[in-house]
C-alpha cells in the first residue's frame, strides 16, 4: 500500500509564495508521474502541474510562470513553489501519484491541504 502526505498549505497574501510537499511512502511500488490538482468548492478538481519520471514538467496555464513542480526521486517527494499567488489559486490543493504496484498501474491521492490567497 501507498501513503501520501502533503504539507505545506496555509494562508497567505496575494503576490507571496508558498512550498508544497508531498511524500510518498509504502513498499513495492515504482512511481512514474506525479501531479498536483487543485480543487475549490462546486468544481471539478483541475490539474495544476505534472512532472514525468524523467522530470518533464507541464503547467496549467493559469499558473505558467508562477508556478514550478520537482521532483526528489530518492525521497519519492513531489514539490510545488508557488510565486506571485493570487486570490483565484485560493483552493484545496491535492498531490496524485501514478505507479507501478507489482503488474498493475494505481493512482494515489493525497490527504489535500488549503490554500489560501487573501489580502
Do not use: H
Not at 468548492?41 to 490539474?47: D, N, V, Y
Not at 513531489?78 to 499567488?85: A, E, F, G, K
Not at 483565484?88 to 503488474?103: H, K, L, M, Q
Request: net charge positive.
Amino acid at each position: 500500500q501507498v501513503q501520501l502526505v502533503e504539507s505545506g498549505g496555509g494562508s497567505v497574501q496575494p503576490g507571496g509564495s508558498l512550498r508544497l510537499s508531498c511524500a510518498a511512502s509504502g513498499s513495492g511500488f515504482s512511481i512514474t508521474d506525479m501531479n498536483w490538482y487543485r480543487q475549490t468548492p462546486g468544481k471539478q478538481r483541475e490539474l495544476v502541474a505534472m512532472i514525468s519520471s524523467g522530470g518533464t514538467a507541464g503547467y496549467a496555464d493559469s499558473v505558467k510562470g508562477r508556478f514550478t513542480i520537482s521532483r526528489d526521486n530518492a525521497k519519492n517527494t513531489v514539490y510545488l513553489q508557488m510565486n506571485n499567488l493570487k486570490p483565484e489559486d485560493t483552493a484545496v490543493y491535492y498531490c496524485n501519484i501514478v505507479a507501478w504496484v507489482g503488474v498493475r498501474v494505481t493512482q494515489y491521492w493525497g490527504q489535500g491541504t488549503q490554500v489560501t490567497v487573501s489580502s
